[in-house]
């Protein structure tokens, strides 16, 4: 069974910064890509970071470029999240996700995805 487990969300100030962390468990993940989403309260799950399962393509949504970073650690089947200059905006319900197909290069979309974690709520004070 395929698990996904966000941690690291919280209340930050403007400016400030988080780190979220995914521990997945259930697949050999070193073969998929995966990403991290967000959710606005009245918004559509938006794409914010990708990664392949090999670190070596990284994408980032450029509402988001040059303050978040995406890592991955195969070792230890986990995803990081740094979150740095944090803007209000950012609030959402952060959640990572494994792709469907191994060795894929389709991970911008929800459909690419098939497994979710519980998502982890940020919330960003002005």
């Known amino acids: 069974q395929v698990q996904l487990v966000e941690s690291g969300g919280g209340l930050v100030q403007a400016g400030g910064s988080l780190r979220l962390s995914c521990a997945a468990s259930g697949r050999t993940f070193s073969r998929y890509a995966m990403g991290w989403f967000r959710q606005a309260p009245g918004k559509e799950r938006e794409l914010v970071a990708a990664?392949?399962?090999?670190?070596?393509?990284?994408y980032y949504a450029d509402s988001v470029k040059g303050r978040f970073t995406i890592s991955r650690d195969n070792a230890k089947n986990t995803v990081g999240l740094q979150m740095n200059s944090l803007k209000p905006e950012d609030t959402a319900i952060y959640y990572c996700?494994?792709?469907?197909?191994?060795?894929?290069?389709?991970?911008?979309?929800?459909?690419?995805?098939?497994?979710w974690g519980q998502g982890t709520q940020v919330t960003v004070s002005s």
């Open positions: 990664i392949t399962w090999d670190t070596a393509t990284t």
């Open positions: 996700a494994v792709t469907r197909t191994p060795y894929s290069y389709s991970y911008y979309a929800i459909r690419d995805y098939d497994y």
